[in-house]
């Protein structure tokens, strides 16, 4: 079945750049976007942005624009997510999810989340 | 940005009970609106796309309605693994925006 595994989790000081794994397996990684979503602590979902595994396109929140680079790696089935600059209300739940149908806007497997944590 | 309004912020129901949550976005979205149930410590779980149409895999008791502004999930009769918490997503416009949860517990 279609699975998203992520890498674990990191301890960053301020300032560092954290850099995160999404495997994916049981599908052609090509076809779907790959959608990053993160979770602070007791608080909702928040979008960060796409990439397309077929052409490297990205399409990333503007609030995060200068921040998050998107990449994948199709011979390894793998798109990265690095955050750089980081600082404590970077510290959330990770998750990066396929993005299906129309504007890649559904998410419907997702990966367990990769866990970071900002503090000095 | 579109905004996604959903209320309650909780609610307490038994099983077997009809549980209606609704999702309210600050601009038209046709039908451009998803539902997740989440778990704690777990990641989302797509129930409903597209305003109602039903994810494979997703139980049957879960409904969902509504377009352009204005949007329901409706649990017919809570089941004792429905005790999560609910998200609406909007992917009308980017960035892709959520609501901040309905958290449904046990009464």
């Known amino acids: 079945q279609v699975q998203l595994l992520q890498s674990g989790a990191a301890v960053k000081k301020p300032g560092a750049s954290v850099r995160l794994a999404c495997q994916a397996s049981?599908?052609?990684?090509?076809?779907?976007?790959i959608q990053w979503v993160r979770q602070a602590p007791g608080e909702s979902l928040e979008w960060m942005g796409w990439?397309?595994?077929?052409?490297?396109?990205?399409h990333i929140s503007q609030k995060f624009h200068d921040r998050v680079t998107l990449i994948t790696d199709t011979s390894a089935n793998t798109a990265y997510m690095e955050l750089s600059s980081l600082r404590s209300e970077d510290t959330a739940l990770y998750f990066c999810?396929?993005?299906?149908?129309?504007?890649?806007?559904?998410?419907?497997?997702w990966g367990q989340g990769s866990l970071v944590t900002v503090s000095s | 940005d579109i905004q996604m309004t959903q209320s309650p912020s909780s609610l307490s129901a038994s099983v077997g009970d009809k549980v209606t949550i609704t999702c309210q976005a600050s601009?038209?979205?046709?039908?451009?609106l998803n539902w997740y149930q989440q778990k704690p410590g777990k990641a989302p779980k797509l129930l409903i796309y597209?305003?109602?149409s039903l994810e494979v895999g997703a139980p049957s008791r879960f409904r969902g309605s509504g377009s352009g502004t204005d949007f329901t999930l409706t649990i017919s009769s809570l089941q004792p693994e429905d005790f999560a918490r609910y998200y609406c997503?909007?992917?009308?416009?980017?960035?892709?925006?959520f609501g901040q949860g309905t958290k449904v517990e046990i009464k």
């Open positions: 999810a396929r993005g299906r149908g129309v504007a890649a806007g559904l998410f419907d497997h």
């Open positions: 049981a599908y052609n990684f090509a076809t779907y976007k």
């Open positions: 990439v397309n595994p077929a052409n490297g396109d990205t």
């Open positions: 601009q038209d979205i046709s039908n451009d």
């Open positions: 597209g305003a109602f």
């Open positions: 997503q909007q992917y009308g416009n980017v960035p892709y925006t």
